[in-house]
């Protein structure tokens, strides 16, 4: 297939590649400028897509990394060089904020590009490592080392056609492929299509070795990517199982489709609201919304614990008789999240069976039997059970019954996310969710999982 029509479109413009360069140049002149005049032992350096030239039109944010000697304690690295972001950004009149993930950074809008400032340590290979964050100088020069100026086209093509399959993205709320990753793929096999034919025939623990390191029988992921800067490290170790297999299949739909061009383009989608209501309906089952406030945390954060919030309702309501098909979330990422489940069961019977024990066992039995009476007990194979009034016949009863604060213990809620759940929550019915527009694209994801991948 001829690409060029695809990269024309996907390529940054010169007039934005000399602008990104620009406004890097003169970032760095400042810092370093700065670090001379006041002595500090550090250097800036230009790291990621931009300084490998590996971004996609309309991405080219700047990453900044601030490299401190070895020899610096781990508080004046993070001081000093938190500082020196703020007097930049005040340099340049923009406002600075501070991200904490594993490692504090800053970052901040400078003539129209997002900029990350990070202090790290200088280190020269992965044994040297101090801070989460030292090994992306070394990233960036392995990079540009290893990939030539036609394989940066490559990754383009690979980066835009998992960023349209849903792959693309190491952040907790896709799990999918990192920058990085992609263009150790081209490095790797050369080029974007090659790439497409050797993952459709990976296997589980793929293993991916550019400097025969030996070391993939220390991990146990989907993909082995050993990060040639660390023999210790899997680059791959974010990516989650659905996304490996996503792309594996994706791979395998695009080399076998007629019309290629179309995955390097985002799916068409005409939602109609009704359409989407009666698909619901037709289904059969009962779909129930939980919205509630979100707090100011970071997105690294709160993707987590909102997953994690969402798959202890799941267990829970299973647990108790209200089997779930499938759970999942949707965030705005400012204001709000749902949590949306549909269930299989949704009205329950009026009594339930509370096993006792084994019947070998006479106290227990005598006891179980005092407590709730000869007449009300029977063997249930070879259990003593009695039979008990429900308390809860609908989900969504058991669910305000869970989302309070006496019993919002027995699920494993995201500790930022309690304290808003309890005060703020409310369950709601499909249709009322429908009216949003970014929340009828969740819904249609809902409904039709692996769009993305097949065209």
Known sequence: ?????????????????????????????????????????????????????????????????????????????????????????????????????????????????????????????????????????????????????????????????????????????????????????????????????????????????????????NFKDPLICIDPTDKNRNVGAALRIDKFSQFIQSARNYLDSKNKKEYFYPLNKSLDKNIILNEFKSRGSKVIAIKFDIPEIPLDTLHPQLKKTADSIKRILNKNDFLVFQVDYWTDEVNSAVILLELIVFKLNAIKIHQGPKIFYKQACDNFIDKFGLENCYVLDDFLVSNVEREFTTPQDFISHILSEKFISRIKVGKNLSEPILNTYEILEVEKLANDEDILVFLDDFLYPNQYIRR
């Not at 993070?78 to 340049?92: R, S, T, V």
């Not at 980066?159 to 990192?178: L, P, Q």
């Not at 096999?189 to 025939?201: H, Q, R």
Request: hydrophobic share 40%; aromatic share 10%.
């Open 1 to 217: 297939m001829d690409y060029k029509s695809i990269l024309d479109e996907i390529k940054p413009t010169e007039e934005e590649k000399e602008k990104v360069l620009e406004v890097s140049a003169k970032l760095l002149d400042f810092l370093n400028d700065k670090c001379h005049e006041d002595n500090i032992d550090a250097e800036a350096v230009l790291v990621g897509s931009v300084a490998k030239g590996t971004y996609l039109r309309g991405k080219s944010d700047i990453d900044i990394f601030m490299a401190f000697p070895l020899t610096t304690d781990i508080k004046d690295l993070k001081q000093i060089g938190l500082n020196l972001a703020h007097q930049c950004c005040n340099a340049f009149n923009s406002i600075a904020y501070h991200q904490f993930a594993s490692h504090p950074y800053v970052t901040t809008e400078i003539d129209g590009f997002e900029i990350d400032f990070v202090p790290c340590y200088k280190i020269d290979d992965g044994s040297q490592l101090k801070s989460a964050v030292d090994r992306t100088i070394l990233h960036t020069k392995f990079v540009q080392a290893n990939l030539s100026e036609a394989q940066k086209e490559e990754v383009l093509l690979l980066k835009r056609f998992m960023d349209m399959t849903g792959t693309y993205g190491s952040e907790f709320k896709v799990g999918g492929f990192a920058g990085y990753l992609c263009e150790l793929l081209i490095i790797k096999y050369g080029s974007f299509e090659n790439t497409l034919k050797e993952a459709s025939e990976w296997k589980f623990s793929h293993v991916i070795d550019l400097k025969n390191y030996g070391t993939a029988e």
